[in-house]
């Protein structure tokens, strides 16, 4: 038998738990505190081929990210409130930078048939896929981007894990040296740990001797239960143009997010900043809108690293440690593929330079 240990319990935990519950040789204890998770605070747009960031390793790991959750999806028989391929809908004011936009979806076509159908779409065809938009939109739908709800990713993936023998024991782990985790006064050894804690992971492996270069990013929502909104629980995510991003979910709920926070810290109070700033951005798509409608607010604490990229793998000088951190804010696409990659470790090497810089720029 081999003992391993997952330290965090968000989409990379979770889907690492899953994947090694399948294999009977491995023993697997899952520790997590639950605290700040990104993951059940996300807004969960899974829709990573329009962006515009420069970074190649990035978009193939995001492209590749989004093609294996739907993978994962199909393979755990997730139910369409967890995972649903409900098409996305990207907007820009100007017409020159929507035919740019068109441009650059056909290229990424090329390499991503997953993206299914592209269309451009008028502020008539927006208005009939999103019957909730008043404003004047025009943009590219792509039919394979999908929304996901995380914290039902997440609980679908333990239960599978738990049905196949992992233990979950949610409290805070601590990590000393010799492979041994510590909650309280129980201290275990365990063959491999794998550190997913999110920001969590820089006070983790500070008695280790790692200086990580990761940071916390506060990130906050909104939920609205819309009188007007009846039940489309097949319209698409809209990500409008300098707006926040805009999703009905069905049964007359509406999503808006996020915000971006890098000074912030661990902070988790939702604040009257945030409110009037997604608030009145969803205004401006959906001028009907009130804020009696609010329901539920979230917030969460996403991790970001100094060039904005995720790392994963072994630690330069642990390699019975396996780490993975910086998800930022497209942790959803990515996280499911980091997972599947990290345990990959366990059986091969490989440093996965397609996809990332060298693990030890994170470190000091
Ligand atoms: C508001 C918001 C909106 C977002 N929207 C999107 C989106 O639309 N699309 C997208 O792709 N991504 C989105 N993201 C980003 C995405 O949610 C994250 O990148 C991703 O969830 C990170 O997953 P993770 O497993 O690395 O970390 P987390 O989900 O943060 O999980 C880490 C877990 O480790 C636990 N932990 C930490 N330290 C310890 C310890 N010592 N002992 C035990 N447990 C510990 C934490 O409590 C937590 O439960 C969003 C994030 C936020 C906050």
């Known amino acids: 038998m081999k003992e391993i240990a997952i330290i965090g319990g968000g989409i990379v935990g979770a ?3 899953y994947l090694l519950s399948k ?4 023993s697997v204890t899952l520790y997590d505190s639950a605290d700040g ?3 059940k605070a996300a807004a969960g747009i899974i829709s990573p081929w ?9 978009y193939a790991l995001a492209k590749d990210g989004a093609t294996y959750i739907a993978k994962l999806a199909k393979e755990t028989h997730m139910d ?5 391929q409900s098409g996305t809908i990207v907007t820009r004011k100007e017409t020159a930078a929507l035919n740019e936009l068109e441009d650059l979806a056909n290229k990424r076509k090329l390499t991503a048939p997953e993206m299914g159908t592209i269309q451009r779409v008028t502020a008539q065809e927006i208005q009939k896929r999103l019957p909730l938009v008043t404003a004047d939109l025009q943009g590219i739908f792509i039919s394979g981007g999908a929304r996901i709800d995380g914290n039902r990713f997440v609980k679908h993936l333990l239960r599978l894990s738990e049905q196949n023998g992992v233990q979950i024991i949610r409290q805070k782990a601590e990590l000393l040296n010799n492979q041994t985790i510590q ?10 740990i794998i550190v997913c804690a999110g920001a969590g992971i820089k006070k983790l492996l500070a008695p280790l001797g790692y200086e990580v270069h990761v940071h916390p990013q506060k990130g906050q929502l909104i939920e609205l239960q819309v009188p007007h909104y009846q039940d489309d629980v097949l319209a698409p995510v809209l990500m409008p143009e300098s707006e926040k991003d805009f999703m009905p979910i069905g049964a007359g709920r509406l999503i808006i997010g996020a915000t971006h926070e890098n000074d912030a810290g661990f ?3 939702f604040t009257q900043e945030a409110l009037e700033d997604l608030f009145e951005s969803a205004k401006r ?3 009907r809108l009130s804020k009696d409608d609010l329901i539920a607010t979230r917030v969460g604490t996403r991790a970001f690293t100094d060039d904005f990229s995720p790392f994963f793998g072994q630690l330069p000088n642990d390699p019975r440690i396996l780490v993975a951190s910086g998800l930022g804010s497209s942790g959803l696409t990515t996280g499911p593929l980091i997972a599947n990659l990290m345990v990959s470790l366990l059986s091969t090497t490989n440093d996965f330079s397609n996809y990332q810089k060298r693990i030890s720029t994170y470190f000091s």
């Open 15 to 17: 889907t690492a738990a």
């Open 23 to 26: 294999d009977e040789k491995n």
């Open 37 to 39: 998770q990104a993951t």
């Open 50 to 58: 329009l962006s515009k960031r420069r970074n190649k390793q990035w």
């Open 80 to 84: 369409s409130k967890t995972y649903l």
């Open 183 to 192: 909650v309280g006064k129980d201290t275990r050894q365990f063959d491999t």
């Open 267 to 269: 902070d988790l109070k």
């Open 285 to 287: 798509i959906d001028n």
